[in-house]
């Protein structure tokens, strides 16, 4: 049940059959040369809307800026606060408690480390506040890349790689723009840098090149599925107390 498309009758309804929903969270954020600066909130947001024509949750309208630390000099990408992805994530949690949600899935298509992190942060705050919610936060990326990685030709494929090209090879291909060449960022380990573009001037993390949209059918399937698997988990989960 996508809800930014349902009634207020449908939703009353919708939560006879289920109290789970799934919240997409992404980044307006460079993808290369070649990629949409949406895929991550695109790839979040289908695996969300796929699931529910699979079984009955819930889909909340995406979150489309996140906090992008290492690509945040490249043109295009546009970061918020980890205070303000946290209290959104927060607010937003709070307020389906209220409407009668009780399993919350917060699902990231960018896979940043510090966004990933205010999030997790977000969902502790939120289990000291909510009693009955059970709260799952996954990184759309990481099961891409579990899952899928007998498809995967480019070792350590990332960011506008191998991988999201496929997925968005397979799910609009008229946003493709050819390619980007292959590339690893150089940032230096444990040291902070202004100028993130001097190290990682392309964007890209892994090897486009080796992209198909057959690839990204089959990779995209096995998300599904292993989101598929995390939500019957969650809504069978009772913590040891």
Avoid at 33 to 49: E, I, S, W
Avoid at 198 to 217: F, I, L, M, Q, T
Avoid at 219 to 224: D, H, K, Q, S, T
């Amino acid at each position: 049940m996508i809800l930014s498309e349902i009634t207020m009758p449908d939703f009353i309804e919708g939560l006879r059959r289920t109290q789970t929903v799934l919240i997409p969270f992404g980044a307006v954020e460079e993808h290369g040369r070649h990629l949409p600066l949406g895929t991550d909130t695109m790839q979040a947001y289908d695996v969300c809307c796929r699931l529910s024509e699979k079984r009955p949750v819930f889909v909340a309208p995406p979150i489309y800026y996140g906090v992008c630390r290492s690509t945040s000099g490249h043109p295009g990408t546009i970061s918020i606060a980890t205070d303000t992805l946290r209290a959104l994530a927060v607010d937003l949690v709070s307020d389906l408690y209220r409407q009668g949600m009780r399993s919350f899935v917060l699902i990231s298509g960018h896979a940043g480390g510090t966004h990933n992190a205010v999030l997790v942060d977000a969902g502790e705050k939120l289990l000291t506040r909510l009693p009955q919610a059970r709260i799952a936060v996954v990184t759309e990326y990481d099961l891409a890349a579990q899952h899928g990685r007998d498809l995967i030709e480019t070792a350590g494929d990332s960011h506008a790689g191998e991988i999201e090209t496929s997925r968005i090879l397979f799910t609009r291909p008229h946003l493709v723009k050819g390619t980007s060449p292959r590339e690893t960022p150089q940032f230096p380990r444990g040291i902070l840098v202004r100028n993130k573009r001097n190290y990682w001037p392309g964007g890209v993390h892994g090897d486009p090149s080796k992209a198909s949209a057959e690839k990204g059918k089959k990779i995209e399937a096995l998300v599904v599925e292993a989101l598929d698997r995390l939500v019957d988990e969650l809504e069978n989960f009772v913590e040891k107390v």
